[in-house]
Nanobody, 124 residues
Framework: QVHLVESGGGLVQAGDSLRLSCTAS????????MAWFRQAPGKDRQFVAA????????KYADTMEGRFTISRDSAKNTVYLQMNSLKPEDTADYYC?????????????????WGQGTQVTVSS
């Protein structure tokens, strides 16, 4: 069982940066692949980025690669999403997800564990 708690969301202006954090608890959490998704109002939940258990492999949605960076600190049981050059279209609720796997899934249905989400609003 893995329990996830996101933090770091807020209101920023276009062009600003923001770093989201997701702290995990539960046994053997280091063997979990972690991912970030986001969901804008009225839209489906969308894959943002994923990282494997060792932090050595990452995957990004095409539209986010280059602006967003996912990383993890196993000593702190935390995964991060660094978001740079934010745009108003990045406004969404951002969710952390986990799966006990060596694969980096992009589909929502592959992740059994989810956090409550943190809201990010980017003003123009």
């Amino acid at each position: 069982q893995v329990h996830l708690v996101e933090s770091g969301g807020g209101l920023v202006q276009a062009g600003d940066s923001l770093r989201l954090s997701c702290t995990a608890s539960g046994r053997t959490w280091t063997r979990y692949a972690m991912a970030w998704f986001r969901q804008a109002p009225g839209k489906d939940r969308q894959f943002v980025a994923a990282i494997n258990w060792s932090g050595g492999t990452t995957k990004y949605a095409d539209t986010m690669e280059g602006r967003f960076t996912i990383s993890r600190d196993s000593a702190k049981n935390t995964v991060y999403l660094q978001m740079n050059s934010l745009k108003p279209e990045d406004t969404a609720d951002y969710y952390c997800a986990a799966d006990y796997t060596t694969s980096l899934w992009v589909g929502v249905s592959f992740y059994p564990y989810w956090g409550q989400g943190t809201q990010v609003t980017v003003s123009s």
